[in-house]
């Protein structure tokens, strides 16, 4: 076989040991390979080429193919029987279907152990106690918030409630005390302005037992009116009128 | 291969008159090339025989719109290339021995090989061959044995020509080295 030159100098720039080397290809090719590969191929395209036409019309909805009668009604009879067929195969079996390869390898881990482990794993397996890992429950922490929360709360209202109505009883009294004291000063201020021949004039006609009319005025005059300050007490008041009979009747006498 | 040759084809294969026959003649034109192109990188002829039925079904398919922007033989070793590194990868999936690889189960079919001569540097030439990465094999046996310009195959691995020169360079030294050290 002529060879281009351009080709074999290129090679023999790069190696002089290959360039030697002749450019055959070793391999054989049957007899008569060439001859009929053409028609082969072509048949082979052919052939391809009805299948997919086949597809197409398939495709179109339009049955080609005939369907034996029953078949349907039987067909899953007669898949399920097959199945107890195959489920009786082994592993080794099925593993000899899939892969041949693998079913003839060695099924040896190469993994190695340190000496004497399987034999301390039991020692340690039967004296060793698993600690029990401590569960915390959440659901628990939420309870007792809840709880602390609801009493805080509680308490807050009955504090409220407590100081709201010390504060109104409290004021209620000072209320009270200040209206006393209110009526209890206009009534005065308008005793002071009595005259006091008015008021020997009432007393006559009020007539107090046995009181004598010309000594009413000097009594009057002569007694002290109480004080502001204990005039309030009705106690103190009863007290004075019993002690002005008594001025009266020693008077008299 | 002239181009007034492809174009003529290509006309006689759009009519569909003249299609089978034109497609008969292209077959014929062009069958030991792309066999021996498939066949340098799968190695088994079982192999090369299935991968070129299936790229010329490809071609079969394909040609009617084929645009011409290139030579139709470039097309055609860019399909047959394709589908041989198509079928090399999935034969690595299936293979036996997946962490050796590809290369040592292509090997190990060339040493099964009933003629095959360890002595002989063409078989040794085979074996070094297998070594290379697949592309880089591509590229070898399009410049050794096919004698493709590099700019022609740059058309078909769609690789620059430098990158092409480069890895043509590095290949020669690596099959040196292995038929050396064997």
Known sequence: ?253 | MTKTEDKELLLLFRDPVTKERAFTQLIKKYQEKLYWHIRRLVVEHEDANDVLQNMFIKVWNSLENFREDSQLYTWLYRIATNESLTFLEQQKKRSAVPILGEESDLSNQIRADKHFDANRLEWKLQLAIQQLPEKQRVVFNLRYYDEMPYEEMSRVLETSQGALKASYHHAVKKIEDFIINH
């Open chain 1, 1 to 253: 076989m002529r060879r281009d030159l351009n080709i074999v100098r290129e090679l023999e720039e790069i190696s002089t040991a290959v360039a030697s080397v002749p450019a055959e290809t070793p391999y054989r090719v049957p007899a008569g390979y060439f001859d009929t590969l053409p028609e082969v191929i072509l048949a082979n395209v052919i052939a391809r080429a009805s299948d997919e036409t086949a597809i197409v019309e398939l495709s179109g909805k339009q049955p080609v193919f005939e369907v034996p009668d029953g078949y349907f009604e039987g067909l899953a009879d007669e898949i399920l029987a097959k199945l107890p067929e195959q489920a009786e195969q082994t592993a080794a079996e099925e593993l000899g279907l899939l892969s041949p390869f693998l079913a003839s390898a060695p099924k040896n881990t190469p993994y190695q152990v340190p000496p004497h482990y399987f034999e301390t794993l039991k020692i340690d397996i039967t004296t060793e106690e698993q600690p029990v890992a401590k569960v915390v429950s959440m659901n628990r922490t939420r309870l007792w918030v809840r709880f602390a929360a609801a009493a805080a709360l509680l308490l807050m209202i009955t504090s409220s409630l407590y100081f709201f109505t010390e504060r109104k009883a409290g004021f209620d009294a000072v209320v009270k005390q200040g209206l006393k004291i209110n009526t209890e000063a206009k009534f005065e201020q308008s005793l002071a302005e009595v005259d006091n021949k008015d008021l020997v004039q009432y007393l006559k006609a009020t007539s107090i037992g046995g009181l004598e009319d010309d000594n009413l005025p000097a009594m009057v005059e002569s007694s002290s009116l109480p004080e502001e300050t204990e005039y309030l007490d009705e106690e103190f008041l009863d007290f004075y009128l019993e002690e002005l009979e008594k001025e009266v009747t020693t008077t008299i006498n």
